[in-house]
């Protein structure tokens, strides 16, 4: 199951600390901490479709709620 905070609260925070996100830099690389059985599931979807996990979880994030924030 998948908690979902209304948006309009998150959108709120993002522009009460809008100064502080432009002095940001994003580099575009986080780290994740995965279960071992998950991060084993990764792989083996990743490999079965000729990606990295790393190209699945961009893919996967760049479908997802977030990304569709207009900033």
Same mark, same amino acid.
Request: hydrophobic share 50%; net charge positive; aromatic share 10%.
């Given at each position: 199951?998948?908690?979902?905070?209304?948006?309009?609260?998150?959108?709120?925070?993002?522009?009460?600390?809008?100064?502080?996100?432009?002095?940001?830099?994003?580099?575009?690389?986080?780290?994740?901490?995965?279960?071992?059985?998950?991060?084993?599931?990764?792989?083996?979807?990743? =490999?079965?479709?000729?990606?990295?996990?790393?190209?699945?979880?961009?893919? =996967?994030?760049?479908?997802?709620?977030?990304?569709?924030?207009?900033?």
């Amino acid at each position: 199951m998948i908690f979902m905070m209304p948006l309009i609260p998150i959108w709120n925070i993002a522009r009460q600390k809008e100064r502080n996100l432009s002095s940001l830099l994003f580099k575009g690389s986080f780290n994740i901490r995965l279960s071992p059985a998950l991060h084993k599931k990764l792989f083996l979807y990743a =490999t079965a479709h000729q990606m990295s996990i790393n190209q699945y979880i961009e893919d =996967t994030l760049e479908a997802s709620p977030a990304s569709k924030l207009v900033l």
